[in-house]
């Protein structure tokens, strides 16, 4: 059964550094596109960033220089390294994973975590 | 920047066919793929790929995709469908971008 649990929201001071996880089970992360996605309170979905099963990294440019998606294999866990802290970037942020049949750019979500809340206020 | 066009709130009485629509530029050239997130719940997965449906889901969830328009169908609508609706695609100026979201209520 595939599972994504996340970890390490809080409360945080704006200018502030946070690192989020995600634990995975039910499947290898390093073989799979790995995504953020962020919900400010009462507003739509917005991706955040993504990690390709070959690495590559990408991110929305609302967070561009500030946030760092990673990986680590050995324990099938992705990453958000979360610095310069905005009250903007006050948000449930989730993992998923991306999936696709015949063409990886149009990738899709078929699983989520549940979230963990980041609130970022002095 | 790519951007998709959803209309904040749709209603429908129970029974009937609810229509949700996702607007974007020559949205029909790519893959258009729908979310349902009911409050304090993660997203799930209802329709990817324009129109295919992920096991679990009922049958009554349709889509379709053509032009500069997406419309997520959900027939015979029931009380537990009322939820928030989000079309995403990919992008290559963008990545991935997901609609504003639809509050679909069910009368």
């Known amino acids: 059964e595939v599972q994504l649990v996340e970890s390490g929201g809080g409360l945080i001071q704006p200018g502030g550094s946070l690192r989020l996880s995600c634990a995975a089970s039910?499947?290898?992360?390093?073989?799979?596109?790995m995504s953020w996605v962020r919900q400010a309170p009462g507003k739509g979905l917005e991706w955040v960033s993504v990690?390709?099963?070959?690495?590559?990294?990408y991110y929305a440019d609302s967070v561009k220089g500030r946030f760092t998606i990673s990986r680590d294999n050995s324990k099938n866990t992705l990453y958000l390294q979360m610095n310069s802290l905005r009250a903007e970037d006050t948000a449930v942020y989730y993992c998923?994973?991306?999936?696709?049949?015949?063409?990886?750019?149009?990738?899709?979500?078929?699983?989520w975590g549940q979230g963990t809340l980041v609130t970022v206020s002095s | 920047s790519y951007v998709l066009t959803q209309p904040p709130s749709v209603s429908v009485a129970p029974g009937k066919t609810a229509r949700i629509t996702c607007g974007g530029n020559?949205?029909?050239?790519?893959?258009v793929h729908w979310y349902q997130q009911k409050p304090g719940q993660a997203p799930v997965l209802v329709i990817y790929y324009d129109s295919d449906r992920p096991s679990g889901i009922p049958e009554r969830f349709s889509g379709s995709n053509s032009g500069n328009t997406a419309t997520l169908t959900i027939s015979r609508v029931e009380a537990g469908d009322e939820a928030d609706y989000y079309c995403q695609v990919w992008d290559s100026s963008s990545d991935v971008v997901f609609g504003g979201g639809t509050k679909l209520t069910v009368l």
């Open positions: 039910g499947f290898t992360v390093s073989s799979n596109y």
């Open positions: 998923a994973r991306g999936a696709y049949y015949y063409d990886p750019r149009q990738y899709y979500f078929d699983y």
């Open positions: 990690i390709y099963s070959g690495g590559s990294t």
């Open positions: 020559n949205i029909g050239s790519k893959s």
